[in-house]
């Protein structure tokens, strides 16, 4: 399979506004401004791997398509919400990425 994932803000968080502040706000807030199944996604790409993996697929390559700048990820990081703020600038910043895997054969 091949998929690519934007992480970044969507609808009412779309540009012109940055692309991860919609991050920062508390769940309950999140919540009320986004109908279920039609919200920016929250995970982060680590949390889709794990996911990947725990459903007998095999991760053959992943690529960042579109990184946000440090500068920005290291403004936003005490703001973010506290099961996120201690994750590296790096997967922070993924705001585009693709993922190549495969399920082995039985």
């Given at each position: 399979?091949l998929h690519k994932i934007d992480l970044s803000g969507?609808?009412?968080?779309?540009?012109?506004?940055?692309?991860?502040?919609?991050?920062?706000?508390?769940?309950?807030?999140y919540g009320l401004m986004f109908p279920k199944y039609?919200?920016?996604?929250?995970?982060?790409?680590?949390?889709?791997?794990?996911?990947?993996?725990?459903?007998?697929?095999?991760?053959?390559?992943?690529?960042?398509?579109?990184?946000?700048?440090?500068?920005?990820?290291?403004?936003?990081?005490?703001?973010?919400?506290?099961?996120?703020?201690?994750?590296?600038?790096?997967?922070?910043?993924?705001?585009d990425w693709y993922v190549v895997a495969a399920r082995?054969?039985?």
């Amino acid at each position: 399979m091949l998929h690519k994932i934007d992480l970044s803000g969507h609808e009412f968080f779309e540009d012109p506004l940055p692309p991860l502040d919609f991050q920062t706000y508390p769940d309950w807030l999140y919540g009320l401004m986004f109908p279920k199944y039609r919200r920016a996604t929250r995970r982060l790409q680590d949390e889709y791997l794990h996911s990947m993996k725990d459903t007998g697929f095999q991760i053959i390559e992943t690529g960042c398509l579109r990184q946000a700048d440090a500068d920005y990820v290291g403004r936003i990081r005490p703001l973010l919400r506290r099961k996120i703020r201690g994750n590296s600038d790096e997967e922070l910043g993924v705001l585009d990425w693709y993922v190549v895997a495969a399920r082995p054969r039985n």
